[in-house]
């Protein structure tokens, strides 16, 4: 509904009055303004559950958060509504699912600089050749140096990979101070509603 239902007097204060005292309303989520193709005006998103266990509501606002389309329309991209939506997962203290969202992210960036790794060597190359500034070159020698670290960088992640696809691996529960993190989870590289592997 629009923005001004929210404050609004009269009957409708009166409608939002019952509603919170009923506990209906699980979160509020502000969206940004040019959201829609009818009307420019900025909406607020009601959710309601009838099986909530606190009396907590959720604010989120989202009125920085969209991307542009064209002068007069925005719209939220796939990341951004998995980016919104995961703070209702913690919120529910479902703490495997954000791990699982950043592991697939992490697992795309890999394979997005894998990818470029040949191109990006070339280019140094070509770059490295055709400066003739110092200052230039050793700037473009540094970059060579940043981007070497990718192959460490694919090793440890291998590694967590293969920690994730280990049973053995993963200690059992003890009164003990554990000697790593208390939460490590094994997702696949897209992020799934629940992770097949968790560790506590």
């Known amino acids: 509904m629009a923005n001004s239902?929210?404050?609004a007097r009269h009957s409708e204060a009166d409608i939002r009055k019952a509603l919170i005292e009923a506990n209906l309303i699980y979160g509020m989520l502000t969206m940004p303004s040019n959201m829609f193709y009818s009307v420019t005006l900025?909406?607020?998103?009601?959710?309601f559950d009838k099986a909530k266990t606190d009396e907590r509501i959720l604010f989120i606002d989202t009125r920085n958060i969209f991307t542009?389309?064209?002068r007069a329309h925005r719209e939220f991209?796939?990341?951004q509504v998995a980016n919104i939506a995961i703070i209702s997962q913690l919120h529910k203290g479902r703490r495997e699912r954000?791990?699982?969202l950043v592991d697939h992210y992490f697992a795309q960036g890999i394979a997005s600089l894998h990818a470029h790794q040949a191109?990006?060597?070339a280019l140094c190359a070509q770059l490295f050749e055709a400066l003739e500034d110092k200052a230039a070159?050793?700037?473009?020698?540094?970059?060579?140096k940043q981007w070497a670290g990718l192959a460490t960088l694919e090793e440890r992640y291998a590694g967590y990979l293969t920690f994730c696809s280990s049973p053995a691996k993963r200690p059992r529960?003890?009164?003990?101070?554990?000697?790593?993190p208390p939460s490590i989870n094994c997702a696949p590289p897209s992020p799934p509603s629940s992770p097949p592997c968790m560790r506590t």
């Open 98 to 100: 954000f791990v699982a």
């Open 42 to 47: 900025p909406a607020t998103l009601w959710f």
């Open 77 to 79: 991209s796939d990341e």
């Open 5 to 7: 239902a929210s404050d």
């Open 68 to 70: 542009q389309i064209d």
């Open 137 to 144: 070159r050793k700037t473009v020698t540094d970059l060579k």
């Open 119 to 121: 191109s990006i060597e």
């Open 173 to 180: 529960k003890t009164r003990s101070k554990p000697t790593t």
